[in-house]
T-cell receptor, first 114, second 112 residues
Framework: GAVVSQHPSWVICKSGTSVKIECRSL??????MFWYRQFPKQSLMLMAT?????????EQGVEKDKFLINHASLTLSTLTVTSAHPEDSSFYIC??????????FGPGTRLLVL | QKEVEQNSGPLSVPEGAIASLNCTYS??????FFWYRQYSGKSPELIMF????GDKEDGRFTAQLNKASQYVSLLIRDSQPSDSATYLC????????????FGKGTHLIIQP
């Protein structure tokens, strides 16, 4: 149980384009999902908290107009990187909150912006 | 600013020995503590979580929490080469419904 999937696993795009990443909880319903970002040799940094049916809560320093988050159902959250630039190249990982108090992570999406 | 500190390593341990990983955190209000294992190029995999002071054992793994000292540790008994990975300590102000603050991780190498 507690399986989280992400799609795509890899994406390469040109600078200025938008990229959508999907995060799904496969065998449970997740009212809360999280989006993290990890740069090489760095740890995971929380970007935003996504709650089903409401607006996402962004961490300080994360541009909400650049990183659009939609949590339309209890099993799906999406992160759209708008007008991506090379500095947005990173490993994006989602997680889902599981009762009572744990989080399970998806396999991650590697984004490379050329 | 909330901080989680870990020795980056690498920590080298002979196969079969006990690996000891340590973590300190700055936010005294933290309530939940997690250990994740991350293999190179992969996403984190939950090993254990602990909420109460003391020890919690799960198979070869033991997590230890001392809230007064703001200290969390992970012991790995009978270390195996497959345990070689980066171990991430994470803390949360509440539980699973709160975002996690991660340390930078300790790179553990188990020598055959």
């Amino acid at each position: 149980g507690a399986v989280v999937s992400q799609h795509p696993s890899w994406v390469i795009c040109k600078s200025g384009t938008s990229v959508k990443i999907e995060c799904r909880s496969l065998d449970f319903q997740a009212t809360t999902m999280f989006w993290y970002r990890q740069f090489p040799k760095q740890s995971l940094m929380l970007m935003a908290t996504s709650n089903e049916g409401s607006k996402a809560t962004y961490e300080q320093g994360v541009e909400k107009d650049k990183f659009l988050i939609n949590h339309a159902s209890l099993t799906l959250s999406t992160l759209t990187v708008t007008s991506a630039h090379p500095e947005d190249s990173s490993f994006y990982i989602c997680s889902a909150s599981v009762y009572p108090k744990t989080q399970y992570f998806g396999p991650g999406t590697r984004l490379l912006v050329l | 600013q909330k901080e989680v500190e870990q020795n980056s390593g690498p920590l080298s341990v002979p196969e079969g020995a006990i690996a000891s990983l340590n973590c300190t955190y700055s936010d005294r209000g933290s309530q939940s503590f997690f250990w994740y294992r991350q293999y190179s190029g992969k996403s984190p995999e939950l090993i254990m979580f602990i909420y109460s002071n003391g020890d919690k054992e799960d198979g070869r793994f033991t997590a230890q929490l001392n809230k007064a000292s703001q200290y969390v540790s992970l012991l790995i008994r009978d270390s195996q080469p497959s345990d070689s990975a980066t171990y991430l300590c994470a803390v949360s102000p509440g539980g699973g419904a709160d975002g996690l603050t991660f340390g930078k991780g300790t790179h553990l190498i188990i020598q055959p």
